[in-house]
């Protein structure tokens, strides 16, 4: 074979070689691309359709403080008066002919069941407010929020559409006039769950999942970094360790449905914790994270150079100084690292919930480890079970504000590795 053939071959190979790496990076491009899509196209409707729950209508009425329409019978009561009262003579005075009792309640349907409640708690706040007349923004229904928002097609026909055409004419007189107006809907972050799409908010299902994520990170930080430092520098090398080894690997491959099902056993039926509570919810999170924090601890660990210990040793450490004063710090932030990817995994659950009774319908805010609650997953698999069309944009906001938190979290883990991060 002569030199010339030689060339020629290993030029033919590398030009394979260059067209296969060519390939190979056009998939790899494809395929990021085409990630980047979906998530992109994913992240675009959400926003677009949960953008809108971050503001509420309001309705600006001209509300009489009479004592005759809140107390009747003459005894006036203000924790029991009738404000709902108030709110439908303020309606039918701004649509004086509206006169048939059917039209009224269908007049009275444009205003929130939160009205009422607004005026009570402003004339027991400002008593003297009794006997006077003002201008109070009220809440919307959510027909007519929707309606506001541009989310209901006026050209559907009447059965097809939550509003009707009087309520049509309603609303753009109101607008006309100037008295409907689009704030920040506070209630979505300072109420809890209702029935009524207007009233309900993301406070309850926050609380219970700040109280259960204390109760996971109490439990399984601590005992998963104990479990990981004597797996790795103090346990044996025997047939039990293996053993040990094996199985933490595989709960952490276990379905979260399964450690639901131990918890509804052990901490409910067994120990009668009770139902739907934080601390049980807290528990059942703390299992199913506890094999990730190990895994994870032991990898921070087993990073660690051996020529540190080698050195601790040389110099008369004894084995808990070098494990305490030398390791652990060096793997401190690995191990935060697997703790906070641990909790994301943990604020992101829902089926191990479900099966503890967190699933059930909790309108007041939780106010301890025990009082009853549910979580945010929970509440948007609540929310997207919802006929109403008002729960779909509610539903997309608690997903934003879940996926809010979950990254930051995942900073938070990035920046603790940067901070403790040390270089040897």
């Avoid at 444009?110 to 027991?124: H, K, Y």
């Avoid at 933490?248 to 639901?260: K, Y």
């Amino acid at each position: 074979m002569t030199r010339r053939n030689t060339q020629e071959i290993v030029q033919a190979g590398l030009r394979r070689r260059h067209r296969k790496e060519a390939i190979f990076r056009t998939f790899g491009v494809l395929a990021t691309a085409v990630g980047i899509t979906f998530l992109g196209v994913f992240f675009v409707s959400l926003v677009g359709q949960g953008a809108s729950a971050f503001r509420q209508t309001f309705i600006e009425l001209d509300i009489e403080y009479s004592e005759e329409v809140l107390a009747p019978g003459g005894e006036l009561d203000l924790e029991f008066a009738d404000y709902d009262a108030l709110v439908r003579n303020a309606l039918w005075r701004e649509f004086p002919d509206v006169t048939d009792r059917r039209e009224r309640r269908e007049l009275s349907r444009l205003v929130s069941a939160a009205a009422g409640f607004q005026l009570r708690n402003a004339l027991i706040h400002d008593p003297g407010l009794l006997g006077t007349r003002g201008r109070v923004a009220v809440p919307a229904s959510a027909t007519v929020d929707m309606l506001a928002k541009g989310k209901v097609d006026r050209g559907l026909d009447t059965a097809q559409r939550p509003v009707t055409d009087r309520q049509f004419q309603w609303v753009d007189a109101l607008a006309e006039r100037g008295r409907l107006r689009i704030n920040f809907n506070a209630a979505l972050f300072a109420n809890g769950d209702s029935r009524e799409p207007e009233l309900a908010g993301i406070k309850g299902a926050l609380m219970g999942s700040f109280y259960m994520l204390i109760v996971t990170i109490s439990i399984s930080f601590p005992l998963g970094v104990a479990a990981a430092i004597y797996l790795e520098e103090f346990a044996p090398k025997s047939r039990w360790a293996d053993l040990i080894e094996v199985n933490i690997n595989n709960l952490a491959a276990v379905p979260s449905i399964v450690f639901g099902l131990l918890g509804l056993a052990v901490f409910i039926n067994w120990l009668g914790m009770p139902r739907s509570a934080p601390l049980v919810g807290g528990l059942v999170l703390a299992l199913l994270t506890l094999p990730v924090i190990i895994i994870a601890s032991r990898a921070a660990i087993t990073a660690v150079p051996p020529s540190i210990r080698e050195a601790a040793l040389g110099i008369g450490a004894s084995r808990m100084q070098v494990v305490f004063h030398h390791v652990v710090p060096l793997a401190l932030p690995g191990m935060l690292t697997g703790a906070i990817i641990g909790m994301s995994r943990a604020l992101g659950e829902t089926a191990p919930l479900l099966m503890i009774g967190m699933v059930a319908f909790i309108v007041d805010v939780p106010g301890g480890f025990s009082d009853p609650a549910t979580a945010l997953p929970v509440q948007i698999f609540l929310w997207a079970d919802s006929p109403e069309r008002a729960f779909a944009e509610r539903t997309s906001a608690a997903i934003i504000v879940l996926l809010g938190f979950l990254l930051l979290m995942n900073l938070a883990a990035i920046i603790l590795r940067k901070k403790l991060g040390r270089q040897w």
